[in-house]
Structures are given as C-alpha cells and as structure tokens.
C-alpha cells in the first residue's frame, strides 16, 4: 500500500519561501511519477509539478515556473517542493500525489494522494 506523507506547510509572508516534503513508502517508485496540486478554497485541484522518479525528468505549472523546484532524495523516498518568492495566490492546500507510468498534469490520473499540508501566505 502506498502511502505519502507531506509536511512543511505553514504561514509564510509574501516573497518569502517554504519547503515542503512528501515521504513516500509501500512500494519500490522506479516506475513512478511524483507531483504535487494544490487547491484552494472553492477552487479545483490544480496541478504545480511532476518529476519522474527515475529519470528526475520535471514538468512545472507556467504560473509557478521559475520559483518552484520539484525534486527528489532516492535513498529517503522523499520528493519535495522548494517554494520561493511566494504571492498570496499560492495560498492553497498543497497534495503529494503518485501514479506509476506515464506522467500528466491532470489530478484524475494519480492513484495515490496525501492527506495535504496547508499553505497560507500573507501580503
């Protein structure tokens, strides 16, 4: 059973930075694709980035391009989000998510989620 665990959210003042970790455990991920959505209130899921977890291949949303870094630790089954120059509309709950084969920007195709981490971010 897979199963991802985020943490690192927090409050955060505009233009300031937050990482945020997903441990992943269950499986062997070779063949996964890591990523991580967002959403806010009254808003739909939304994604923000991918990474393959062999290749370390990435894929970012244009709004967060350029202040977003996905990665991975391989030995710690970890992914992470590094966050910077955040803007009041980052403001969601941030979701781990996982799916093994092809990657994509679309929440339905990831099998496996996390339970979110609340990012709030103040201007």
């Known amino acids: 059973q897979v199963q991802l665990v985020e943490s690192g959210g927090g409050l955060v003042q505009a233009g300031g930075s937050l990482r945020l970790s997903c441990a992943a455990s269950g499986r062997t991920f070779s063949s996964y694709v890591m990523a991580w959505f967002r959403q806010a209130p009254g808003k739909e899921r939304e994604f923000v980035a991918y990474?393959?977890?062999?290749?370390?291949?990435?894929d970012y949303a244009d709004s967060v391009k350029g202040r977003f870094t996905i990665s991975r630790d391989l030995p710690k089954n970890t992914v992470y989000l590094q966050m910077n120059s955040l803007k009041p509309e980052d403001t969601a709950v941030y979701y781990c998510?996982?799916?093994?084969?092809?990657?994509?920007?679309?929440?339905?195709?990831?099998?496996?989620w996390g339970q979110g981490t609340p990012v709030t971010v103040s201007s």
């Open positions: 998510a996982a799916r093994q084969g092809g990657s994509g920007q679309y929440y339905r195709i990831y099998n496996y």
């Open positions: 990474i393959r977890w062999s290749s370390g291949s990435t």
